[in-house]
């Protein structure tokens, strides 16, 4: 035989008295949330920055390569 529970509809003083809990809980969860996003955006600029200085290397070394093509290089040069 199963019984089942049915729970009670909270009274107007039970909830009268939670809230004070849930708003608690609602604005620590906002706290950590906005903690969480500065984090975010912290890891954002970091990335940023660092494709910043990639691109920067990538650059002067497609100049350098291109310098050196314009030099030449007689080290491979066998004709002689």
């Given at each position: 035989?199963?019984?089942?529970?049915?729970?009670?509809?909270?009274?107007?003083d039970?909830?009268?008295?939670?809230?004070?809990?849930?708003?608690?809980?609602?604005?620590?969860?906002?706290?950590?949330?906005?903690?969480?996003?500065?984090?975010?955006?912290?890891?954002?600029?970091?990335?940023?920055?660092?494709?910043?200085?990639?691109?920067?290397?990538?650059?002067?070394?497609?100049?350098?390569?291109?310098?050196?093509?314009?030099?030449?290089?007689?080290?491979?040069?066998?004709?002689?």
């Amino acid at each position: 035989m199963s019984t089942s529970k049915t729970e009670q509809p909270k009274q107007p003083d039970e909830l009268k008295n939670s809230l004070p809990d849930l708003v608690a809980l609602m604005t620590k969860l906002v706290e950590q949330n906005n903690v969480l996003i500065k984090q975010s955006a912290e890891k954002e600029q970091t990335m940023l920055r660092l494709l910043d200085q990639h691109d920067e290397i990538l650059n002067e070394l497609i100049e350098q390569q291109d310098d050196d093509e314009q030099v030449g290089s007689t080290f491979l040069d066998m004709d002689d």
